[in-house]
């Protein structure tokens, strides 16, 4: 503490800073005394705040300096040597505040500090505090904690304000918080002091950018909602919150009726009460200058209430009249007291004497009650409970309070109050007949003029006998009308005076300060200080209706006076002008009101103290001016100087008037020598100011850049208030200027408001830059990071300027401003900075395009800034980047402007109804050959013809007379599908341009070499332009040969009035695009020099019924070729291969919903359109399935067809019918071998061989399903016949079918055209990996919802690998890993061939195709599936061997072991396919094949399964004795969970338990060499279990090993053991079968067998 107070700032300036160069002066005394004092520290100042005696000082670094009385610390510190703030350092202050007697400092990281004086709780309770204190002499930190959430958070505060008893804070997530005491604070509640931060309700869910206190009064900025959020109470609610409705609604009324604006419901005794008392005249009732009405310091509003709500009607017995001195309150205004010696008048605002002294006496009651039930150290409270109501009159005072009197007071209160003394209470003796005086004067000026209060004038001479029952205001909370809604914390820092870092209020979305704003105020208004129209208090935030639109970007609150400060530069005031701090008229303003400011000076910060006020200011220069508002008084003899001082030091609350003020700011002559002043600071007397030295000409720059931008917004807001707004709004608008030209207009209006919307966001932005210009990068000017946005909207507005123009707009316009402005013409005028002509009429081309200038001054000042900086910095970069830009930008809208002014004297001299056709706003000349300079070959020597280049389309017409604007036909090119190429000059000698159009080319012939130089070049700049480029022109014959645009063709042809919006190349239709037929057909894909080809969709409307085709796939020159999926109107949809627009190929046609009467699929071979060749048909209404081959669309040739009864058919067909010899089987295995004529018709020699063996043979005649009459032989065999070959030969099954190696040929033909070959290894092999890595890089391309699993997958096959070399073991694998990897993915051209064989196999061997019968053409169809496959990767992969050859070891490398049983010796590895492409293909095509294998052992199942279930009811020796096996072989401990138990004679599936368990995962694998490797593990697993029982040396006999197995294979009880047997012997590789796997597979088969025959007794 001792350090502190002897150790100022003890870094005195050896050489002061350059910026933030502070100046404090005083407001008072002699003009020749206001010269500012330079406070000389080594850091610059940041910030300032003043109090009504002392002050902060903010330097860089996050110091913090105080100066003034401090009267916490009973110091007085002169400014020119303020003290440091030790127990802040390291804190890092970002921003400090000064309320009347207390301080406040915000550090970096948003917590808050105070210390000062506590009475009123306006300092909190710190966290340490555990009693509450009147002083705070060091700073503490208090805690801003929101319990509304859950856990409780501490709230980050970005800004603070203080005013004499109360604070206020603004957090991140711009919230108001408040603590203190008074109605200032806006809380609601009855109990004050408020000692910790409570957020303010009235105004959650709204974004408060900005907070300012008074005395006794709050003003926040806050961000105006939408339209539609306002008044979205219903009903009841309103009711609820009156008061809330009721300022919100309609802050002016007059007759409030039944509300006061505090939302109290009043009686009719109550509504007499409150209006004659409001403005009463000044008159001092006490000798020594104190008035004994309440002064602005009084709580209004705050009405002392107990905690029910109640009015406190407990008394004191207390002396009337009595000559002690009054205690009065801290705002230096006396308690009221009731009052003696009334005299009886009739026409009295009060016709009940006796009722007024009651009611003065319970108001003094009231007052004196809350004073003896608050708490220690409140004394200084005691103003914040006292009511405007409780007083006679609301008397003004100047609240010209000393440290003298507040000593005094804090020395009494602490004396009295804190030792317990009862310190008796009297009021002032009162003049009675003054008081009756007073309320007459105010109710005659009442009955003559509109009255301010809410309350209803007509309601008087009625007894105020009620009071207010319950405290005015209800918790927001959940209300529509402020919505408690969690916000994201913005990223800008308010704040209120003296901004500081971050301090700008800030738009969330764009960075850029917000325009939108409302001002809120609350608390005592006695002085009007409020702004809404009355002298009346308000205990919650209410908006003032007169500031909203008006774009207020800060506010500024004195003592009583309020400030607010626009976009536009203008500051309204409102609230005391005793001392003419308003800046205009003479008497107190209940209403915001402009303040009179000279021509020319544009205000741009504002700051506000006790009784004056303080204004930042562009003049005609660059450097800023101050301008000042209060008290001005005239050097005065030394006698007058001294009793004036003594005088005031006794009257501290002296309500006398300013001796002199100007009604206007008058300028302050010392500005010009401080520098450039970034900032002003007010408080008490008391003015400061920030400056900075303008080094190298930086600060300069910076406030050229921003006073430009305010005089330009301010312009921009002249000229739209002055002529748009007018002729916007004008009924007359339209007719006068025509549809299109009203549009253009409007269109006008818009892009100037955009503008002017970002230039008056922009200027607000840098004055809030300069406030803190120490503390902000240059970088982060938004010229710099908003470039494009600016841009944009210049871009914008110039183009609407110029349409305007075009269109011969402003002429009429100027028809119509000449009518509608009339005396306004003069004022418009003056806004114009283009030399006016003779008639002094208004240019509005000049007038409109003169925004353009900015962006020239824009670069200039981005220039002078780069030049402070050394080139190589990141800012001179920046800086000269930008200034490229907006001097590009500048340049390029003047040339804009050029064209537009080029192109209306063109149409105004070729004006015409031919012409007009041509006349489009967008439209701008580049050149005409009016003068014949271009003419077209070959042209006829009568004809004439007339080109006119536009920025967007060549015109030619024909039978033209330019001169006259005449011509008889014209055609428009647009320059979007137009391609230019200069013709080579020949022997011929002509001058020739060759112009490419999608349906037609010509060629023009100019008359001179310069001439075609010329077009050329104004053809080439204007394609570059229309095509995005830079409008520079590119080389002839090169701009946009490939392109993207959209035509519509009128030509005759396939195209005919199709629109086409795409690719082009050279004039032709090329690349990906959509084509739109008037008809409803639409294209949307590839195309190829003018036609359909690639990948595309289509739809073609089917009038008939009312639905369109669709296809998706494939297109060669104009037709569907290829592979795609077309879906037909009927509901049918065919997947597969076209020809020249043809059914073509492989292909799979779906008849649609089984709804339909015909519900069949058909997948095959089409030629033609045709069903050709082998196909599947699966007639689903019928239940049959055919399997054969077909010729145009019949079945032809030899088939097989199944029914869903089981019955099995084979032979040949002839003209869709069952023609010829065939074989029908039944379900029950009857046979009938037979000619047949039609379907299921026998007609002719046949044999019938029923179940049991018996046989008949003869003429058979009749059909299979009703009944067959036979002429022939029954025979009956004998035991011991032998078998007819003949007849047997006759009756076996696949005689009939199509060879397994002729099926779906169509889809291995598919899968080779989709490698690039012809046919079956006809192609490159080069050709076709080239081909397959770029289907891949397409198709991943044009997928881009793929995952990351298959795009890497996508990415690795898009690699071609190493196919060319010999194929070796080492990189054998490398070849199956890619492989697997092609065959999972359906892009590839394997993969889809795997797919599509899986597809055909399910449609064939699936459903009705479930039949035993068709077991072995299914494994022969995947035989051949194998081998054309093997052919096509043996074609991809050279080095392959034939199947079943040797690849050998690489030479170099070691030897590898490898477990696969296909290698026969060392360094050899047999290949074959079925070990390479079964992995890929059988676990797909598993489960139809396995259910037929299931089907056709289906019996001997059943016997196998019956003995297992029989077998596997025996313990476990039983069983190994029944078996057979040997005893030495049975364990004798088991293992269960690691313990080991001994195997008793009971024991079951304990023996052998990993064999068991080993064998049964045999189910749970699909192809052949899985399966044995299982069996071969099985045997590992027991040639383990049973070594430990015998020697090392131990070889398996089968003897031993037979019944051993068989016990393994019946504990393991695998269903359908003998599908999986067959399943291993037909598909298992040649080459293992007589090896020791093929030894061990013998061994399972064997035990199968034998299981099946094993006797069950």
């Known amino acids: 503490m001792e350090n502190r107070e002897e150790g100022p700032a003890d870094e005195r300036a050896a050489t002061p800073p350059e910026r933030g160069l502070l100046h404090i002066w005083q407001s008072t005394g002699p003009t020749a005394h206001l010269g500012p004092e330079r406070v000389l520290l080594s850091r610059p100042v940041l910030q300032a705040a003043l109090g009504e005696h002392h002050g902060l000082l903010l330097t860089q670094g996050g110091l913090v300096y105080s100066f003034g009385e401090l009267l916490w610390r009973d110091l007085s510190v002169p400014v020119s040597a303020p003290v440091l703030e030790v127990s802040l350092l390291g804190r890092m202050v970002v921003r400090v505040a000064a309320g009347g007697f207390h301080c406040g400092a915000l550090s970096e990281q948003g917590n808050v500090y105070m210390w000062g004086e506590n009475t009123a709780g306006q300092c909190g309770l710190s966290e340490r505090a555990t009693t509450t204190n009147i002083t705070v002499s060091e700073p503490c930190p208090v805690s801003v904690v929101d319990n509304d959430v859950v856990p409780p958070a501490v709230v980050r505060v970005v800004d603070l304000a203080l005013g004499r008893e109360h604070s206020l804070a603004l957090s991140a997530q711009n919230e108001l918080w408040a603590w203190g005491s008074g109605c200032q604070l806006g809380l609601v509640t009855s109990t004050f002091p408020v000692w910790r931060p409570q957020k303010v309700e009235h105004l959650a869910g709204r974004h408060v950018i900005q907070v300012a206190c008074g005395a006794y009064h709050s003003l926040a900025l806050v961000r105006s909602l939408p339209p539609q959020n306002y008044n979205t109470q219903n009903p009841s609610e309103k009711t609820e919150r009156g008061h809330s409705v009721t300022e919100r609604e309609e802050p002016f009324a007059v007759d409030g009726g039944h509300y006061c604006p505090l939302g109290v419901e009043l009686t009719e005794a109550m509504t007499g009460e409150t209006s004659p008392r409001r403005r009463g005249p000044r008159r001092s009732l006490q000798p020594g200058g104190r008035s004994a009405g309440s002064s602005p310091g009084s709580a209004a509003g705050s009405c002392p209430f107990s905690e029910d709500g109640k009015a406190n009607t407990k008394q004191k017995n207390i002396p009337v009249g009595t000559d002690t001195d009054p205690l009065t309150q801290t705002d230096g205004s006396p308690t009221s007291r009731p009052l003696s010696g009334w005299r009886s008048k009739k026409n009295s605002a009060f016709p009940d004497e006796t009722e007024l002294q009651n009611l003065l006496q319970k108001l003094s009651s009231h007052s004196l009650e809350m004073r003896h039930t608050s708490g220690p ?301 970034s900032s002003v600071c007010s408080g008490g007397q008391s003015c400061a100011l920030l400056a900075d030295q303008n080094v190298m000409g930086f600060i300069s720059a910076i406030h050229e850049l921003a006073s430009r931008e305010r005089q330009f917004y301010c312009w921009l807001s002249s000229v739209r208030k002055l002529l748009l707004t007018p002729l916007r709004t004008r009924e007359s608008v339209c007719p006068a200027l025509g549809e299109s030209c009203t549009h253009l207009f409007f269109s006008l209006c818009e892009s100037f ?249 010509f060629t023009l012939v100019a008359t001179t070499p310069q001439e075609k130089n010329k077009w050329l070049r104004s053809i080439n700049q204007a394609l570059d332009q229309v095509l995005g480029g830079g409008g520079q022109g590119s080389s002839p014959g090169v701009t946009g040969i490939s392109r993207t645009a959209s035509y519509t063709f009128s030509g005759e042809g396939r195209f005919k009035d199709a629109q086409y919006t795409g690719g082009w190349l050279a004039g032709r239709v090329h690349g990906r695009g959509t084509m739109k037929w008037p008809d409803g057909r639409t294209y949307s894909g590839n195309f190829k020099n003018g036609l359909e080809d690639g990948y595309g969709e289509c739809l073609i409307p089917n009038k008939v019924l009312n639905k369109p085709d669709s296809y998706q796939g494939h297109w060669r020159d104009g037709k569907i070729h290829g592979f795609g999926k077309y879906k037909y109107a009927s509901g049918e949809v065919y997947e597969g291969c076209f020809s020249d627009g043809q059914r073509h190929g492989y292909g799979m046609l779906s008849s649609g919903k089984l709804a339909k009467k015909s519900s069949s699929v058909f997948i095959g071979h089409w030629v033609n359109d045709k069903k050709t060749g082998y196909g599947v048909y699966d007639d689903i209404t019928r239940g049959e399935k055919y399997m054969g081959l077909w010729l145009d669309e019949q079945r032809h040739g030899s088939a097989v067809v199944v029914t869903q009864c089981g019955v099995y058919y084979e032979g040949s067909f002839r003209d869709n019918k069952m023609s010829g010899p065939g074989l029908l089987v039944s379900d029950d295995d009857t046979a009938l071998h037979g000619e047949f004529t039609d379907d299921w018709i026998v007609n002719g020699k046949g044999v019938l061989s ?130 697997i990897k092609a065959c999972e993915t359906p892009l590839h051209p394997l993969g889809w061939l795997v797919e599509t064989l899986v597809t055909v196999y399910r449609m064939t061997y699936v459903g009705v195709g479930s039949n035993r019968r068709l077991l072995r053409q299914a494994v022969q169809e995947v035989q051949a599936y194998l081998t054309h496959f093997y052919s096509i990767v043996r074609f991809l992969f050279q080095g392959l061997p034939d199947d079943g050859g040797i690849i050998p070891d690489p030479p170099p490398s070691p030897s590898k072991s490898r477990h696969n049983s296909n290698s026969i010796e060392q360094g050899v590895m047999v290949v074959c396919r079925s070990s390479l492409l079964l992995p890929l293909l059988l676990p797909r095509l598993y489960p139809p094949l396995f259910t037929l294998y299931c089907l056709q052992e289906e019996q001997e199942e059943a016997q196998y399964w019956d003995r297992i279930l029989r077998l596997n009811k025996q313990p476990d020796q039983s069983l190994l004795s029944f078996l057979g096996v040997k005893e030495k072989f049975w364990p004798v401990w088991m293992s269960i969970l690691g313990e080991k138990k001994q195997i008793v004679s009971s024991s079951k599936d304990a023996c052998f338990v990993s064999a ?28 383990q279990e049973v070594k430990p029982m015998l020697d090392d040396n131990f070889l398996w006999c089968m003897d031993d090993l037979l019944p051993l197995f068989l016990y393994v294979v019946l504990r393991a009880r695998i269903r359908n053991l003998g599908a999986e047997v067959s399943l291993i012997e037909d598909l298992m590789d040649p080459n293992v079968q007589h090896g020791e796997l093929g030894l061990m597979f013998t061994t399972l088969k064997a035990c199968y067998i034998q299981i099946q025959q094993e006797s069950i007794t």
């Open 377 to 677: 150290g409140d004394t200084d409270s005691l103003s914040s409970y006292t009511s405007d109501e409780s007083c006679v009159s609301s008397t003004p005072s100047t609240d010209l309070l000393t440290s003298s009197y507040k000593e005094e007071l804090l020395i009494k209160s602490q004396n009295n109050i804190n030792s317990g003394v009862a310190v008796p209470y009297s009021s002032s003796p009162v003049c009675l007949e003054d008081v009756r005086l007073c309320l007459e004067a105010e109710n005659k000026a009442l009955q003559g003029q509109k009255s301010s209060s809410l309350t209803n004038i007509n309601q008087k001479g009625r007894v105020a006998a009620n009071r207010r029952r319950s405290l005015p205001g209800t918790p927001t909370r959940g209300r529509n009308g402020s919505p408690r809604r969690r916000r994201r914390p913005c990223a800008c820092r308010p704040s209120s005076a003296g901004w500081t870092q971050g301090a700008a209020p800030e738009e969330a979305g764009d960075g850029l300060p917000c325009l939108e704003t409302e001002v809120w105020s609350w608390g005592r208004g006695s002085e009007g200080q409020l702004g809404h129209g009355d002298q009346l208090a308000r205990l919650q935030p209410l908006c003032i209706k007169p500031l909203t639109g008006e774009e207020v970007i800060q506010v500024a609150a004195g003592s009583h006076h309020s400030l607010a400060l626009t976009a536009h530069c203008q500051v309204y005031s409102w609230g005391s002008n005793m001392c003419g701090q308003l800046g205009h008229v003479k008497s107190p303003v209940t209403v915001p009101q402009r303040a009179k400011l000279s021509d020319g000076l544009r205000v741009w910060d504002v700051s506000a103290g006790q009784s004056h006020s303080l204004l930042l200011a562009d003049g005609d220069c660059v450097q800023p001016v101050l301008l000042y508002c209060g008290q001005q008084q005239e050097l005065v003899s030394s006698a007058q100087s001294k009793r004036s001082t003594q005088s005031q030091r006794s009257c501290q609350r002296s309500p006398n008037r300013a001796e002199s003020y100007s009604v206007r700011p008058n300028l302050l002559p010392f500005c010009m020598e401080m520098g450039y002043i």
């Open 753 to 1001: 408001g955009r503008l002017s919307v970002l230039i008056g966001r922009h200027s607000t932005s840098l004055s809030y830059f300069l406030h803190d210009v120490q503390g902000r990068d240059v970088i982060s000017l938004p010229l710099l990071t908003h470039t494009e946005h600016f841009v944009d909207v210049y871009k914008e507005y110039c183009s609407s300027v110029g349409n305007f123009q075009v269109m011969g707009g402003f002429q009429l316009l100027h028809k119509l401003s000449l009518e509608c402005l009339g005396s306004q013409q003069t004022t418009l005028a003056q806004l114009c900075v283009s030399d006016q002509s003779v008639s002094g009429d208004v240019d509005l081309v000049s007038l409109l395009y003169w925004p353009l200038q900015q962006l020239h001054q824009y670069s200039r000042v981005l220039l002078k800034l780069a030049a402070c900086y050394d080139v190589l910095t990141t800012e001179y970069q920046t800086l000269h980047q930008g200034c490229t830009q907006y001097e590009s930008l500048s340049l390029s809208l003047l040339r804009k402007k050029k064209e537009a002014e080029i192109t209306f004297l063109f149409w105004k001299t070729h004006s015409g109804k031919t012409t007009e056709v041509l006349r489009l706003p967008q439209r701008r000349l580049v050149c005409d050959c009016s003068n014949r300079s271009l003419t077209l070959q070959n042209a006829g020597r009568f004809s004439n013809h007339w080109f006119m280049l536009f920025n967007d389309a060549l015109v030619h017409t024909q039978g033209a007379i330019p001169s006259q604007s005449l011509f008889s036909t014209h055609h428009i090119y647009p320059l979007t599908c137009l391609w230019v190429k200069p013709v080579t000059e020949d022997s011929s000698g002509l001058y020739a341009i060759k112009i490419t159009c999608p349906e037609e080319s």
């Open 1250 to 1379: 029923l179940a049991n063996g018996d046989c008949l043979e003869g003429m058979f005649s009749g059909e299979w399903t009703v009944g067959l009459k036979v002429v022939g032989t029954y025979t009956k065999p004998v035991v011991d016949e032998p078998d007819n070959k003949e007849r047997n030969c006759l009756l076996r099954l696949g005689q009939y079918v199509v060879p397994a190696a002729q099926r779906w040929l169509c889809v291995f033909d598919e899968c080779w055209s989709r490698l690039g070959c012809d046919g079956a290894g006809r192609g490159e092999r080069t050709a076709a990996w080239d081909k397959i890595a770029v289907t891949i890089t397409t198709a991943r391309r044009h997928s881009p919802d793929l995952s990351r699993s298959q795009t890497k997958v996508l990415e690795c096959l898009e690699f071609i690998p190493q196919h060319g070399e010999p194929v070796n073991t080492a990189n054998y694998d490398n070849i199956r890993k890619y492989l």
């Open 1556 to 1583: 068991v368990e080993t064998l049964q995962q045999i189910s749970t694998t699909f192809t052949p060499s899985d399966k044995l490797f299982v069996i071969q593990k099985t045997f590992d697993e027991l040639t």
